[in-house]
Structure formats: structure tokens, C-alpha cells
């Protein structure tokens, strides 16, 4: 059973940078799996912000392109998402997810993924 802990969340100005993390238990291969950064603000659907697949492929959503960075430290089996430059609209609540199958390609769905955490809210 994977669990997922996300940490790293906070209030911080337009314009400047915070970085989000994972911490992922109970899998032996977290490097094998999907794994991707949503967020969330009330009343809106759940997006998917970025992906990393079990290539290193990474593919990042229109609105934060050229501004976040996804990555991961398999030894550490945590996922990172840098943020930088960020706006207001950026504020929401953050969710890592995961899936067995390792290909991202395409996967922009909540119901891609099968293992979620609970979220750490970032505020600009």
C-alpha cells in the first residue's frame, strides 16, 4: 500500500519561489510509476499542474510552463515540484498522485491515478 505525505506548502509573495515535496512509503519502485503534481482551489475542479514518468519524461501544464520544475530523488522516494515566479492565481491546495503504470503520457485526469496524499495548500 503506497502512501503519499506532501510538506513544503506556505504563504510567500508574487514573483517569488517555493518548493513542494512527496515523501512517498510502502513502494520499493516509487521510479517506476507515474508520478504527478495537481491542485485545487474551492469550488473548481482538481488540474494537473505537472508529470514524471518512469523515463524521467516530464511534461508540465500551459499555465506553469517555463516557471516549475518537477523532479524526483529516488533513493529519498520524494517528489518535488519547484516553484518559481509564482502569481496569485498559483495559490491552491497541491496534491501529489501516483500510479503503477509508468507512462505520464496523456494523463491529465484525477482518475489517472490511484494514490493521492492529502494535500499542502500554497498561498501567493
Known amino acids: 500500500h503506497v502512501q503519499l505525505v506532501e510538506s513544503g506548502g506556505g504563504e510567500v509573495q508574487a514573483g517569488g519561489s517555493l518548493r513542494v515535496s512527496c515523501k512517498a512509503s510502502g513502494a520499493t519502485h516509487m521510479s517506476s510509476f507515474c508520478m504527478a503534481w495537481f491542485r485545487q482551489v474551492p469550488g473548481k475542479e482538481r488540474e494537473g499542474v505537472a508529470t514524471i514518468d518512469a523515463i524521467d519524461k516530464k511534461r508540465y501544464a500551459d499555465p506553469v510552463t517555463g516557471r516549475f520544475t518537477i523532479s524526483h530523488d529516488n533513493a529519498k522516494n520524494t517528489l518535488y515540484l519547484q516553484m518559481d515566479s509564482l502569481k496569485p492565481e498559483d495559490s491552491a491546495m497541491y496534491y501529489c498522485?501516483?500510479?503503477?503504470?509508468?507512462?505520464?503520457?496523456?494523463?491529465?485526469?484525477?482518475?489517472?491515478?490511484?494514490?493521492w496524499g492529502q494535500g499542502t495548500q500554497v498561498t501567493v
Open positions: 498522485a501516483a500510479d503503477l503504470r509508468g507512462n505520464c503520457a496523456y494523463r491529465w485526469s484525477t482518475a489517472d491515478y490511484f494514490y
